[in-house]
């Protein structure tokens, strides 16, 4: 009976693991052609500047719009795309399609701010990136300044020489480089000084506790102070309130980032914030290569 009951357990089991294998096996199938189906797209959030609230830049966030379900958020496909080379064609693509953004709001005379990408760490790791970026500056002819690479402290601490002359190459494009959700990785403050960054984003974690607990904003703190004893701007992650933005402002964060200023939404929703600023196009007259 405990054998038969072993056996039924173990029966239930398989199946129970050839489901979920299979659910696995339909979304990366899914996704291995979301790119040639035309399923991915950038969502753009804005960063203000932390004294006068100015937009002065915007991160893309991808999103997948996969046929039959709704908007599917990076979390939940991000980590199986970087299981395999997929990561390596979506990261990419997703360069490409912020350059791509870029171009078309130059093309249409409307004002632009810098755009921030995220890179996974796969794709740090492949060794080609500032080439990617390369080409994809090229391409649609982008002022390398308007493009922010993102990149995090776990990418930094498997081989830091390796990192550091890959950030270099990055950093000699034009690029701007920023370490995102500083403070949750395990990356050595003795590094920090070697990695040619700037800007040092605050993890959402730590803007969270301001208000939240007494001495919630004792790591704000910190990390505002360690950022610019570095010469780094730093940027707070995950403002959504008016407390954390007074906050912060009256601790000299640079820019702010939240849905207290603005949630993750399609492109023409951050036009529509950039032309009530009621800015000129700051790329009129400007020479490009
Ligand atoms: P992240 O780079 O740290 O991006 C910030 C995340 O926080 C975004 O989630 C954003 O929507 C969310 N967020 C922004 N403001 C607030 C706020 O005030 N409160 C709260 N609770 N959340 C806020 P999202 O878009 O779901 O992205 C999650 C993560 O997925 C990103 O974290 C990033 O690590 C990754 N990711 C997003 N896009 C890409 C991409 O193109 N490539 C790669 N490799 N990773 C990406
Ligand atoms: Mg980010
Ligand atoms: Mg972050
Ligand atoms: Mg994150």
């Known amino acids: 009976r405990a054998k038969e009951q072993g056996r039924n357990q173990f ?11 299979r659910t696995k096996l339909d979304l990366e199938s899914a996704l291995s052609r979301a790119i040639e ?7 753009y ?10 937009i002065t830049g915007a991160e893309a966030l991808l999103r997948w719009q996969r046929s039959g379900s709704g908007l599917v958020a990076p ?6 795309a970087e299981r395999s080379s997929l990561i390596l064609d979506i990261g990419a693509w997703v360069i490409d399609a912020a350059c791509r953004q870029l171009r078309a709001w130059m093309d249409d005379g409307l004002p632009i701010v810098r755009v921030a990408v995220n890179v996974a760490a796969r794709q740090f790791a492949a060794g080609d990136l500032d080439q990617v970026v390369a080409r994809a500056l ?9 493009l922010e690479i993102e990149i995090t402290e776990g990418m930094l601490i498997v081989e830091p020489g390796a990192a550091i ?25 003795a590094y920090l000084q070697q990695f040619p960054i700037d800007s040092l984003k605050i993890d959402q974690s730590f803007t969270r506790r301001i208000g939240e607990q007494p001495d919630g904003g004792a790591l704000v703190d910190a990390v505002i ?19 954390q933005s007074d906050y912060l402002r009256e601790r000299g964060c640079d820019e702010m980032q939240g849905y207290h200023f603005g949630r ?26």
Not at 165 to 189: E, H, N, P, Q, W
């Open 165 to 189: 002359a890959m950030l270099k190459r990055i950093k000699a494009l034009g690029v701007k480089l920023s370490l995102d959700d500083f403070g949750t990785g395990y990356s050595s403050l």
């Open 264 to 289: 993750p939404a399609p492109a023409e929703t951050l036009q529509q914030s950039l032309a009530a600023q009621g800015e000129p196009p700051q790329h009129e007259g400007r020479a490009l290569p």
């Open 138 to 146: 090229q391409r649609h002819r982008i002022d390398p300044q308007w």
């Open 225 to 243: 102070a360690l950022a610019h004893r570095l010469n780094l701007r730093v940027v707070a992650e995950g403002v959504e309130t008016a407390q």
């Open 37 to 43: 189906r035309d399923e991915l797209l950038l969502h």
């Open 75 to 80: 979390g939940q496909f991000i980590p199986l």
């Open 11 to 21: 029966c239930f089991y398989t199946q129970d693991m050839t489901a979920e294998a």
């Open 45 to 54: 959030q804005p960063q203000v500047d932390g004294s006068s609230g100015t």
